[in-house]
């Protein structure tokens, strides 16, 4: 019998292999919109980190360890990685995990004809910055960089912050290809 993991020792194999199929199915069965077909890679850098590759077809999550082409892929070190998925310093499992929230509707289509990578810098109290490449369909370019506090980026995620007024009043910067940033944008509009 695997060993369970608990939230102190949690490792990226364990989030991967259980903790992430288990919470997709558990949004799925409870009527959350959920991609049908989709694909995630994700390379976590640093001592104890590693790459995996996540595939939905059907409705049904799988995942392995190792690299394959993505529609999406993250790339950020071990420790933002573990304050993400553990909920520390700030950070939040949405920071990896496109979040269902009801109403919104299944943009994975949209998101597989996006290509570009978003470079998330997030400020937070006490720590480094929060740091996370997201590439679409494998293209390095266009590239922007998104920076904003690590709470106020969460808030947007969970739409408690909207967007568009966090860009006009200073709280979320925008540096690059300003039109690719606004099509990723829309996925979660």
Known sequence: ?????TPENVTPEQFFEQLLPAGFAAQKEAGAAVPQDFSMQY????DGGGDWHVTIKDGVMSTKKGTDA???TFTLAINDFLDAILSRNGAAPALLLPASRPGRPD???RAKTLKGTISQELSRE???PFKVDM???GAATPRTVLKMKLADFIAMQEGKLNGQEAFMTGRL???GDMAFMMQVAALTA
Not at 1 to 5: D, K, L
Request: proline share 0%.
């Open 1 to 5: 019998m695997a060993e369970q993991a």
């Open 43 to 46: 390379h976590v850098t640093g």
């Open 70 to 72: 993505a529609v999406l």
């Open 107 to 109: 943009n994975s289509g």
């Open 126 to 128: 006490g720590a480094d």
């Open 135 to 137: 590439s679409f369909n």
């Open 173 to 175: 910067r925008i540096e």
